[in-house]
């Protein structure tokens, strides 16, 4: 755990049973798209047309995965610094937002949340044999100055409008050298990196060759532009960076923010500050919204408490009808033959049993918490040096003597105000890295929750099931079965097919498309199972027998033999259809 990595800036997200997220600001991506002539000469109309795919897909998966980030387009390297025609004035340069595109760039899509018409921009211009024009509309030059391109992005983050959480700038070209060494615009540009990392702006290349050398320019400016060490820099390539770009953006981008900022208590006078972290959330889907039919309108609903009072017949009193402030207001309970109503202030309070934070109870045995005590998804803790000073210190010894005496600490956890406290075991984790170097499990206590007694239910028919008697020899054949059929397994191969469905089906009804194609991620190679176990096969059908099942016995009609059995009833009436039929 380093104490470097502290989280004073973050914000704490709310967590109930719903886990509903509340983020302090929007993210905003702007796509800087070098258009100079070599982009275009390549097959299939070269690079500009892939960059545009790029696009393409970013914005689609913005609109599933947070459709309140913001994303623009500019173009550098072109002749004419042109804006969108609905932001043309009479000049054709300024912009509805303010913003002067510099000299040889342009502003293809503003700085906004994602729309279908974006998107639909961004395809026509792909779509179409000549870009629509591009030629004459923006034409190709080179040696644009970088820090022009870099001025118009950030002033595009700072005119937005929005509050800005996060703010990129992704940067397709193939020129690995756009300024010389040691000229003016070498320098700018590097001017412009610092201010860049000064506001907390973040950069990243995509070289759109193979053959693209960073060493030329974007090494130096990449380090000081992102605050990294030329000597630990890890250049880019094509092929690497697109499919970590497309990875990205085709996954669901979970904020790192801590959901809570707690106090563990240790006892009554010792405490230290901690962050809880989520390390999975289920995605939820767009919510439902009533449309006016005739206008295609939201319909906002409000819910109105009346109290009325009951006339001598049982009708209510619609004249003597008061509305109720939340105040007012009460919840009652029939208990014993009484109704008991309780304020909403003595609700709250019976909700909230004990104050937000982490209680030490005692210490077990790390093999105490076995998989069945695994009824929810896992939570991560970690120090939170800004609220306390010394947490960092006092959870890492904690943390490593726990690991030497293999011992859990068993808490309860309460989140936050109005929610049920939590019975848990803090597991430390040592840190673990995959083949690649890179670190997939970090040090730290891993928040296990523990089921209460009443949680736990003795089911008796798996008491009384005798377990099936099984040979050497059936064992040893599934072995084999599992053997062949074992794969790796990447949660990133395995997409929601649910969530799919429906964003597919989305978006074939707003693009207009027909046949939309849904691929189900979850569901088995049956071709290639069966070519791995078709030498098996013959084993294992020589082993098991066919298991006999009975077809289901068939009612009888009115008026026949209810004394007998169901095939006798089944026999009375073929009988006496037989006998009519012959009449």
Not at 498 to 517: G, K, P, W
Not at 548 to 556: D, M, Q, Y
């Amino acid at each position: 755990m380093s104490q470097a990595n502290t989280f004073g800036g973050n914000q704490s997200d709310e967590e109930d049973d719903n886990e509903e997220f509340v983020y302090g600001g929007r993210s905003a991506l702007v796509l800087v798209i070098d258009c100079a002539e070599e982009m275009f000469v390549d097959s299939d109309n070269g690079k500009f047309k892939e960059t545009l795919d790029i696009a393409d897909a970013v914005m689609r998966n913005m609109v599933t995965s947070n459709e309140k980030d913001l994303v623009a387009l500019v173009l550098y390297n072109v002749q004419h610094n042109r804006t969108p025609p609905e932001d043309d004035d009479d000049d054709g340069k300024q912009s509805s937002s303010g913003i002067v595109a510099p000299r040889q760039c342009a502003i293809f899509l503003h700085l906004d949340t994602v729309s279908v018409e974006m998107i639909k921009k961004v395809r026509r211009l792909r779509d179409s044999d000549d870009f629509e024009g591009f030629e004459h509309k923006y034409g190709h030059t080179s040696g644009t100055s970088l820090a022009n391109v870099l001025w118009l992005c950030t002033r595009m983050f700072t005119h937005c409008g929005y509050k800005l959480e996060h703010s990129t700038i992704f940067l397709f070209t193939m020129n690995d050298q756009p300024h010389t060494n040691n000229s003016s615009e070498h320098q700018q540009s590097l001017t412009k990196a610092r201010d860049l990392l000064q506001k907390d702006i973040t950069i990243m290349l995509l070289p759109m060759v193979e053959s693209f050398d960073c060493s030329k320019f974007y090494t130096e400016f990449l380090c000081t532009a992102l605050g990294e060490d030329e000597e630990d820099f890890h250049p880019p390539g094509y092929q690497e960076c697109k499919e970590q770009l497309l990875q990205r953006m085709f996954t669901k981008d979970f904020k790192k923010r801590s959901l809570a900022h707690l106090k563990w208590y240790l006892s009554k006078d010792i405490a230290l500050a901690v962050n809880i972290y989520s390390f999975t959330r289920k995605p939820r889907f767009p919510k439902k919204v009533k449309l006016l039919r005739s206008t295609n309108e939201i319909v906002e609903s409000k819910r109105v408490h009346i109290a009325t009072s009951s006339l001598e017949d049982g009708e209510p009193d619609t004249s003597t009808s008061t509305t109720l402030l939340p105040g007012d207001q009460r919840k009652c309970i029939s208990l014993g033959g009484e109704s008991i109503s309780f304020r909403p202030e003595e609700m709250n309070l019976m909700k909230q049993i004990l104050t937000p934070g982490i209680r030490l109870l005692g210490f077990k045995p790390a093999s105490i918490v076995t998989i069945t005590n695994h009824v929810r998804s896992s939570l991560f803790v970690y120090p939170d040096e800004a609220h306390i000073h010394g947490s960092t210190v006092l959870l890492r010894t904690l943390y490593e003597k726990c690991l030497e005496r293999n011992q859990v600490a068993y808490c309860t956890l309460t989140v936050r105000r109005k929610q049920p406290s939590k019975l848990v075991a803090l597991v430390p984790q040592k840190e673990a890295l995959d083949t690649n170097g890179e670190r997939y499990r970090q040090a730290g206590f891993r928040v296990e929750f523990i089921p209460y007694a009443a949680d736990i239910r003795n089911l008796a028919f798996l008491e009384e099931a005798e377990a099936p008697t099984i040979s050497t020899e059936q064992v040893d054949v599934f072995k084999k079965v599992i053997k062949k059929i074992k794969f790796k397994y990447n949660p990133f191969l395995f997409e929601n097919p649910s969530s799919q469905n429906l964003y597919i089906n989305l978006e074939s009804l707003v693009f207009d498309i027909e046949n939309a194609e849904f691929f189900d991620s979850t569901r088995p190679d049956n071709d290639m199972i069966d070519k791995k176990l078709e030498a098996l096969a013959g084993e294992i059908s020589n082993m098991f027998t066919e298991d006999v099942t009975r077809a289901p016995a068939k009612r009888g009609r009115k008026g026949a033999d209810d004394d007998g059995d169901g095939d006798g009833i089944v026999s009375t009436s073929k009988s006496a259809r037989s006998s009519r039929s012959s009449k």
